[in-house]
């Protein structure tokens, strides 16, 4: 609720008056609202819950919580991602990540550590009574791949950007969102992301993650949002 930022969701038979009226009641909310079409996880947990799929791979290789965790933060982000279940709930991040599998199943797959650490009884990774330690029923539940080796903070963070910018991608072809500021507004006012980067987008254009992966910047020179006006 503290979070500067509202999602207006589009459904197909919505109304130019109903939209304009939730734009209003964001105003008044004093929040900043961003148009998206109704589809899985909208806009900003789309994204994070492809990026948070680089934090599970680690998991699996044998990194710990708090180092997977902190390679997140070493991007700028506030939090990583197992500190953010905490926050959400891990039951409730769990049922987001089925909904996405269900929807886009070749991008979101799901994690049996993941599952596990769900099927607990927990009220998120770390124990913060014990100054963080990660509660021993959820280190139990981490089975790590044979033979794997542990990633490095730059090997995280490469895929944390690279999920960002596929997903990014995808989303404005699909329709999802309307232009890449819409989805750097949701970041920056919905998760934290700092505001010195400008954005994901803007990042991932600048680093050349954009034209790496298809060839081509996730912000355009015409800012699409406004096509929808």
Not at 91 to 101: D, I, N, Q, R, Y
Not at 110 to 124: Q, S
Not at 162 to 184: C, P, Q, T, Y
Not at 212 to 227: F, M, Q, V
């Amino acid at each position: 609720s503290v979070m500067p930022f509202l999602e207006v969701v589009r459904p197909a038979t919505a109304s130019d008056e109903a939209i304009s009226t939730a734009f209003e009641v964001s105003k008044t909310l004093r929040k900043s609202g961003v148009q998206c079409a109704d589809t899985p996880a909208f806009i900003v947990n789309r994204l994070l819950m492809r990026t948070n799929g680089a934090g599970i791979e680690a998991l699996r290789r044998g990194n710990s919580f708090h180092d997977i965790d902190a390679a997140y933060k070493g991007l700028g982000l506030p939090m990583g991602p197992f500190e953010l279940f905490g926050f959400v709930g891990i039951k409730v991040a769990f049922h987001t990540a089925e909904t996405l599998h269900a929807a886009f199943p070749d991008r979101f797959p799901i994690d049996d550590n993941f599952r596990r650490i769900a099927e607990l009884d927990v009220p998120g990774i770390y124990d913060w009574s014990q100054g963080g330690q990660v509660y021993p029923q959820v280190a139990d539940a981490v089975e790590v791949e044979d033979g794997a080796q542990p990633m490095s903070d730059e090997q995280i963070q490469q895929a944390i950007v690279e999920a960002a910018a596929d997903e990014a991608r995808i989303m404005l072809d699909d329709g999802a969102v309307a232009d890449a500021r819409d989805i750097d507004t949701g970041m920056l006012l919905g998760t934290g992301y700092p505001f010195f980067l400008g954005g994901i987008c803007k990042y991932c254009d600048q680093v050349g993650i954009s034209e790496k992966l298809h060839g081509r910047p996730l912000i355009e020179d015409t800012d699409h949002a406004y096509d929808m006006a």
